[in-house]
Nanobody, 124 residues
Framework: QVQLVESGGGLVQAGGSLRLSCAASGRTFSGFLMGWFRQAPGLEREFVAAISRTTGRTAYSDSVKGRFTISRDNTKNTAYLQMNSLKPEDTAVYFC?????????????????WGQGTQVTVSS
């Protein structure tokens, strides 16, 4: 089992930045690929970014590529999502997730563990 707790969400103006953190506990953190998804009101949950276990290989959705950066610190059992140049359409609940596998996917069904989510609101 892995427990994931997100933090760092909040209200920010368009063009601003936020950094989300995901603290993991339980099984060995470096054994999991980490990802972020988001869900806006009335919409399905969508893939945002993922990072491999130890090589630092990353994947991003087209909507955030170039603005968001996913990273991890295996010594702190924490994953991060740095969000820059935020837009109102980035408003959503952001979920941290972990996958017990090597390869990132954009399908939420492939991920094994989920946090409770943190709200990000971007005002225009």
């Amino acid at each position: 089992q892995v427990q994931l707790v997100e933090s760092g969400g909040g209200l920010v103006q368009a063009g601003g930045s936020l950094r989300l953190s995901c603290a993991a506990s339980g099984r060995t953190f470096s054994g999991f690929l980490m990802g972020w998804f988001r869900q806006a009101p009335g919409l399905e949950r969508e893939f945002v970014a993922a990072i491999s276990r130890t090589t630092g290989r990353t994947a991003y959705s087209d909507s955030v590529k170039g603005r968001f950066t996913i990273s991890r610190d295996n010594t702190k059992n924490t994953a991060y999502l740095q969000m820059n140049s935020l837009k109102p359409e980035d408003t959503a609940v952001y979920f941290c997730t972990a996958r017990d596998d090597y390869y990132p996917t954009m399908d939420e069904r492939d991920y094994d563990y989920w946090g409770q989510g943190t709200q990000v609101t971007v005002s225009s």
